[in-house]
């Protein structure tokens, strides 16, 4: 099984929309997670992090729900701009590496 | 402050070629690692490394080789080049290798092309 599952996409939406992705992680002991932003044909940013109570940055709400093992990321008022492919980022105690899903692809439409 | 730079931007190799993809960051960064990425599955860990003189394994470590003589440097070596390493390499570093909530700041990726 993946350590990282993410729903390959696209979602495509009109601006303005408001739009979720899920992201589930296979190990309970999972220690960190975060949404990283990649633009095509660059390399992946960080978007935010994501606490265990929650977290909002402007219009990205990020979640974590530990009991069944999935973070989101909520995007309110869709800008075109906002047209990347979204990788969820998870890390493990005791492990030294950064697990990544495959990204989910977010077209944001005119 | 450069961030984390590679060279070169692209590269066409032919089967059996060797060549180093360099990488390095001017963050003081413990933790730094080699990713490919391929259509559809995603970064996968190659190589990383939690300080200067120790590296190990990824995902996909074969066919490659490290080195961390510096703190600054971490370099990826392919040793016979083949069409299966047609990819694009990202590589990232991080503040602490002890506690990975911090971010990975990644430098602007290699384009390999083998034919």
């Known amino acids: 099984r993946k350590e990282v599952e993410q729903d390959p996409g696209p979602f495509n939406v009109p601006e303005g929309a408001t739009v979720a992705f899920n992201c589930t992680y296979s190990?309970?002991?999972?220690?960190?997670f975060f949404w990283y932003r990649q633009d095509c044909r660059k390399e992946p940013k960080l978007l935010m992090s994501?606490?265990?109570s929650g977290n909002e940055d402007g219009r990205f709400t990020a979640q974590l729900n530990r009991a069944s093992q999935y973070i989101s990321l909520l995007i309110r008022d869709s800008k075109l701009s906002d047209s990347a492919t979204y990788l969820c980022?998870?890390?493990?105690?005791?492990?030294?590496?950064?697990?990544f899903g495959s990204g989910t692809k977010l077209n944001v439409k005119p | 402050n450069a961030g984390v730079t590679q060279t070169p931007k692209f590269q066409v190799l032919k089967t059996g070629q060797s060549m180093t993809l360099q990488c390095a960051q001017d963050m003081n960064h413990e933790y730094m690692s080699w990713y490919r990425q391929d259509p559809g599955m995603g970064l996968r860990l190659i190589h990383y490394s939690v300080g200067a003189g120790i590296t190990d394994q990824g995902e996909v470590p074969n066919g490659y080789n490290v080195s961390r003589s510096t703190t600054e440097d971490f370099p990826l070596r392919l040793l016979s080049a083949a069409p299966s390493q047609t990819s694009v390499y990202f590589c990232a570093s991080s503040y602490s290798a002890q506690i990975l909530s911090y971010e990975q700041y990644f430098g602007p990726g290699t384009r390999l092309t083998v034919t």
């Open positions: 190990n309970s002991a999972s220690q960190s």
């Open positions: 980022v998870v890390t493990r105690y005791n492990f030294n590496k950064f697990y």
């Open positions: 994501v606490y265990s």
